[in-house]
Structure formats: structure tokens, C-alpha cells
């Protein structure tokens, strides 16, 4: 009977889908802006002074600090240490296969493969830490879609732009979009985790 009732606590306790979805968008779309500066404003000295690799590792560790962070206060089915772990492998799941596609294959079509490969990667982790294994692929179709969403928007708005503002801009709603996506997929491991537990 109490583990009836813990579940009950469980379910009630994990933050609505509206609010996991704000807060998702705006915390990880100001995180994302944070990152983004550092391209826009210190992009060739972080490739001078870094390399390539080591200013992808420094902007991936940034996402993962501040996000994890920010991300963390929708989490109530771990505590915060355990989740910043969990987090910080979705997120170099996501990173590695992301880059590595885009890498791999270059132009657009390393862009829509690194968004399908990261989201498929960063979903996959995510549905396993909590529990959900089996909802791995609808989490990872959301993460795809809010993904590639405020990627290729943002990339649009950079190009038309240009400049520091369009970096910006390019930042803002990728993490926009990306962070409801976030949110939303951890709104939605939680509830359904506790209903297997």
C-alpha cells in the first residue's frame, strides 16, 4: 500500500507539462544565449586558443553546467547530483552525435543527420535514466522535432541577419526550442516512470 501511495506522490509532485515546457524554453533558451555569446563574441579566439575540438568540448560543458542546472528544477524523481549526471550524458550523447554527423557528412545534410542522431541519442539516454526505456523513440521524435526546429530557424534568422545579432538571435531560439522540447520530454519520462514504478 505505500508504494501505491508513493507513486500517487510521485505523479502529483512532477511539474505540469505547461511548466515544464516554460521553464524548459526560457532557462535553456537564456543557457543557450549564455553559449552562443561565447561564438559570437569569442569564437576565433576560442578556436585559436582552444582548437576546434577543444572549443566544442568548452561550448558542450557550458550547456551541460548551466543547463543541467536550470533543467534540474523540473526534476523531482532524481536529486539533483543523479540528474546533473544523467543530463550531462544526454548531453554529450546528443553533442557526439550531432557533431560527428555534421562532421561526417558536412553541409545540410550533416545538419539533419546530427539533429536525428543527437536527438535519437539524447532520448535514448534520457528514457533509460528514467526508467522509460521503451518510450525512448517517441521522446527522442520530440527532442528531433524541437531540435531541428530552433536549429534551422535560428540558422535562417543568422543568415539573413549576420553578425554578433544574428549569432544571437540564432542562440535565443534554438534553445527556445530546443529547451521546451527538453522540458517536455522530462515532464513526460517522469509521469510516465512513475506510473511503472
Known amino acids: 500500500m505505500e508504494n501505491a501511495g508513493n507513486r500517487s ?3 502529483v509532485a ?3 507539462l505547461v511548466r515544464s515546457l516554460f521553464t524548459g524554453s526560457l532557462g535553456f533558451g537564456f543557457v543557450s544565449l549564455c553559449v ?3 561564438v559570437a563574441f569569442a569564437e576565433r579566439w576560442m578556436y585559436k586558443h582552444l582548437g576546434l575540438f577543444g572549443a566544442y568540448l568548452a561550448w558542450t560543458v557550458l550547456f551541460l553546467l548551466l543547463g543541467g542546472g536550470i533543467l534540474g528544477s523540473l526534476v523531482v524523481r532524481l536529486q539533483m547530483p543523479r540528474f546533473w549526471l544523467l543530463f550531462a550524458a544526454a ?3 546528443y553533442a557526439a552525435g550531432w557533431i560527428g554527423a555534421y562532421f561526417a557528412l558536412r553541409g545540410v ?3 539533419w543527420i546530427g539533429s536525428l542522431a543527437g536527438s535519437l541519442l539524447m532520448g535514448l539516454v534520457l528514457a533509460t535514466g528514467f526508467g522509460v526505456a521503451r518510450s525512448a523513440l517517441s521522446l527522442a521524435a520530440i527532442l528531433f522535432a524541437a531540435n531541428s526546429l530552433g536549429y534551422f530557424l535560428g540558422s535562417a534568422v543568422n543568415d539573413s541577419l549576420g553578425g554578433r545579432a544574428g549569432m544571437l538571435l540564432w542562440g ?3 534553445g527556445l526550442c530546443l529547451g521546451a ?5 522530462l515532464h513526460l519520462a517522469q509521469t510516465r516512470g512513475a506510473r511503472t514504478n
Open 91 to 93: 548531453f554529450f550523447a
Open 181 to 185: 522540447g527538453i522540458g517536455a520530454v
Open 109 to 111: 545534410a550533416g545538419e
Open 9 to 11: 506522490a510521485n505523479f
Open 172 to 174: 535565443l531560439i534554438y
Open 14 to 16: 512532477v511539474p505540469s
Open 36 to 38: 552562443f555569446a561565447t
